[in-house]
């Protein structure tokens, strides 16, 4: 739907917003990661011509309030943390906002604002905040550990198997953070009108009704004075489910001066101050009997939390869905995961693509491939031993996750099949090995119910609704809690609402992202909800539209509803008496024709269904790698990829491809290339993509792709969604392939990424360079 605008540049980004009038908006920011502030000046700032506002730390925390915590750990460390914090925990933290009539002289104004810090010794990394003598993020609370969690069995239970086990493989990993690295950075623009007290927000989010309501809170806003309006936005990956205190920054100025004013995060602003992901160290044992059984696994997770819960739906979340998820699609006797996350000098962390399970895939996938190795068992045949079946499923996992259905083993198989045809293990030279390797996953889809959230008391709507509106011109609106950030949702809804409906695809428009028109949903689009959720209530209300409209004509026709037909355009009654779509429609707006005996029943040609599922929805799949390892240099190339994946059913396989395609494009980034690096002191050293590397094309093989249908009974549709699933196995699958083309450093493979100097190393150490 949205393909044809987007091709001829019709787009409409937030930074496409520049109206005669708006004020621009810089963010001051610290330079250093741990300390105090003691003095702000902002004279210089204020007398350079073009300034009309300059909020310091003192002004913003006297209007605003603090930072939320949406999700808690239990027994969770919280310490309050103001919006504009005098307190510095990481480099790039806000402390001030400038407003001017453009960005240049915003961003010159903000170099002249002047602060004096009280530096302190910062904690960088998991192992350094839990070191006993480490400097605190927050002294008050005594320590830097955040909370800990155990999930699945209990200690006790796992020591007694790990120790009559017949194998052990016991790994220590490192995950480090990533950034997002979405083609459109963060911004808003936020106009204030002071007549209505209502303040208008565009913002580049995946959450509109969240922003609204926290910018409500925050600003002592009634939220219905708060209008938000998510428009085109240029790619999220969960960084976008937030409302960071910089664009609360932004919205205060608005309020304060009573006029528009815009604010875009340059790329270095999204390097070292946005929210990150990923960032775990994880001991890692899997316990196996003589028949090579999966007994027992165990995961222990330490997860960098950084400065404090990263607000929307972050904090210690994905370290928590790390946990959950560690089982996979295998049978265990005992699971279980034990996790802790910790404060640190760094930005906050949060939700990514993949919401940590990516993580524990890694981990889990690369000790089973280790147990093979060990054993000398084929790994593929180590995993059919160990893999659920289809007939014992749906099935609980030792850590309580509800899988639902499907053939996981299916999935191994083809993979295994598609691997088998098209790779070799030939080398290319005495220097360049080769290898393959395979990685499966299960994966939470469609995040709900509300009674799960409620469980967890995490703050998310677990339901999601949609509205669906046959005009008196017979064209189809469709409004949706959900949001378009790229994914190609909007095409889904409109395929979803005109197979329903039995009427042609371009006679529906789908609108999204405007907290005034569409439903409530503060999960907006996230956790591969979009289709489970979004396109499962749409799917109720367009059953719904349908059987109103066949009603109306029936009425018209005076036969009975069961007798009519309809070809798209027009309605049929069984004597050859017809009535076009259109005409049904404006009869309907009307009145006409309806049941008058029934005084409640509906006029309005608009139907509204809330979906609240009552489970998660589970996908699964096996990647395949094939890749190239030169001894000499350490490079690693992915020479094929190959996947076999569930999202039950797929509504548009053009946009589904695309949806994996773009996901093992991210996890290859994670597995060769991704890193978000900090000094011992707090300093960012990845603030540029000089230093911080994406994947290339020439990066990213073609991939062949293969979709097994496995419609879910737990929604409408029978959709599983797929947003994640092509993140999730590709760094596990290429680690595999790297052991298998050179098992010298198959041990000593445990750390992300894989780049050709940390390669080399390993290399080096076992004596294959030269």
Not at 17 to 36: C, F, K, N, Q, Y
Not at 50 to 74: F, M
Not at 722 to 742: D, H, M, Q, R
Request: glycine share 10%; aromatic share 6%.
């Amino acid at each position: 739907m949205q393909d044809d605008r987007m091709l001829r540049g019709h787009g409409r980004y937030v930074d496409d917003i520049d109206d005669v009038g708006t004020l621009h908006a810089a963010i001051v920011r610290s330079p250093v990661s741990s300390g105090e502030v003691i003095a702000v000046d902002t004279s210089r700032a204020l007398a350079l011509p073009g300034v009309s506002l300059v909020l310091g730390p003192d002004e913003v925390t006297a209007a605003l309030g603090t930072i939320p915590h949406p999700w808690l750990i239990p027994g969770q460390q919280v310490a309050d943390v103001k919006l504009a914090d005098t307190q510095i925990r990481y480099v790039g933290q806000p402390l001030a906002v400038v407003v001017a009539t453009s960005r240049a002289m915003a961003e010159d104004a903000a170099e002249l604002v002047e602060i004096d810090f009280k530096e302190r010794d910062a904690v960088v990394g998991v192992a350094a905040a839990a070191a006993p003598d480490a400097p605190l993020v927050y002294p008050e609370l005594g320590s830097n550990r955040v909370g800990s969690m155990h999930y699945g069995d209990p200690a006790e239970s796992l020591h007694d198997v790990f120790a009559r086990a017949a194998t052990v493989v016991d790994r220590e990993f490192v995950i480090p953070r990533v950034g997002h690295n979405s083609l459109e950075t963060r911004g808003l623009v936020a106009d204030y009108v002071p007549g209505t007290g209502r303040l208008e927000v565009i913002s580049s989010t995946q959450v509109p009704h969240l922003v609204r309501q926290e910018l409500g809170r925050v600003l002592g806003l009634r939220v219905d004075r708060v209008h938000v309006v998510a428009p085109d936005v240029g790619g999220a990956f969960g960084q976008k489910t937030s409302l960071f205190p910089d664009e609360t920054f932004v919205c205060l100025a608005a309020k304060t001066l009573g006029r528009r004013v815009k604010w875009i995060e340059d790329r270095s602003e999204s390097l070292i101050a946005a929210y990150q992901g990923r960032g775990q160290r994880t001991r890692g044992r899997l316990a196996l009997d003589v028949d090579g059984r999966f007994l027992a696994l165990h995961l222990d997770i330490h997860g960098d939390l950084g400065a404090f819960p990263s607000t929307g739906t972050g904090g210690a979340g994905p370290f928590q869905v790390s946990g959950l998820m560690v089982e996979g699609p295998y049978r265990f006797e005992l699971a279980a995961a034990t996790v802790t996350a910790w404060y640190t000098n760094s930005v906050p962390t949060g939700a990514y693509r993949g919401y940590g399970m990516q993580e524990s895939c890694y981990v889990r996938e690369r000790l089973v491939d280790e147990a093979a190795r060990v054993l000398g068992a084929d790994p593929v045949e180590l995993r059919e031993r160990n893999m659920l079946g289809p007939d014992e499923l749906p099935f609980v996992s030792r850590t309580q996750m509800p899988y639902d259905s499907g053939n996981y083993p299916e999935a191994l198989t083809r993979a295994a099949a598609i691997g088998a045809e098209r790779t070799t293990t030939v080398p290319i030279s005495s220097r360049i090995r080769r290898g393959v390797g395979l990685a499966s996953m299960t994966e939470i889809t469609g995040f709900a119910p509300s009674a799960l959230l409620e469980m967890f008391n995490i703050h998310w709507s677990g339901y999601d609704a949609s509205r669906i509106r046959v005009n008196e011109d017979g064209t189809v609106t469709v409004f949706s809690g959900v949001t378009s950030i790229g994914q190609g949702i909007e095409t889904a809804l409109a395929q979803i609402a005109a197979d329903r409906l039995g009427v042609p695809l371009d006679l529906v428009e789908v609108q999204l992202g405007d907290t005034d028109t569409a439903p409530y949903s503060n999960m907006g689009s996230q956790a591969s909800r979009g289709l489970p959720l979004g396109g499962g209530a749409l799917w109720q209300a367009a059953d719904r539209m349908r059987t109103r409209m066949h009603e109306l004509a029936a009425a018209y026709l005076k036969v009975d509803v069961s007798d009519v037909t309809f070809d798209g355009a027009d309605f049929h009654g069984p004597a050859g008496a017809t009535v076009a779509w259109t005409e049904i429609a404006h009869r309907g707006w009307m009145g006409w024709g309806r049941d008058l005996t029934d005084p409640t029943a509906p006029i309005a040609l608009d139907e509204l269904a809330e979906f609240d599922p009552p489970s998660i929805t589970y996908g699964y799949a096996t990647h395949g790698a094939q890749v190239a390892v030169d001894l000499d240099t350490g490079k690693v190339a992915v020479e094929g990829y190959w996947l076999v994946h569930d999202a039950g059913v797929v509504v548009n396989p053009l946009v589904a491809e695309g949806q994996m395609t773009g996901g093992v494009a991210m996890g290859i980034g994670a597995a060769l290339l991704e890193e978000v690096g900090y000094s011992d002191t707090g300093q960012p050293i990845t603030a540029t993509y000089l230093d911080y590397l994406l994947p290339l094309s020439e990066d990213v093989p073609d991939i062949v792709q293969e979709h097994l249908v496995t419609p879910s009974a737990l929604n409408p549709g029978g959709f599983r969604g797929l947003g994640e699933s092509g993140i999730i196995p590709p760094p596990a699958a290429i680690a595999n392939a790297v052991a298998a083309a050179v098992p010298e450093i198959a041990e000593r493979l445990v750390e992300l990424p894989m780049s050709p100097s940390a390669v080399w190393t390993l290399l080096e150490e076992a004596g294959l360079t030269r």
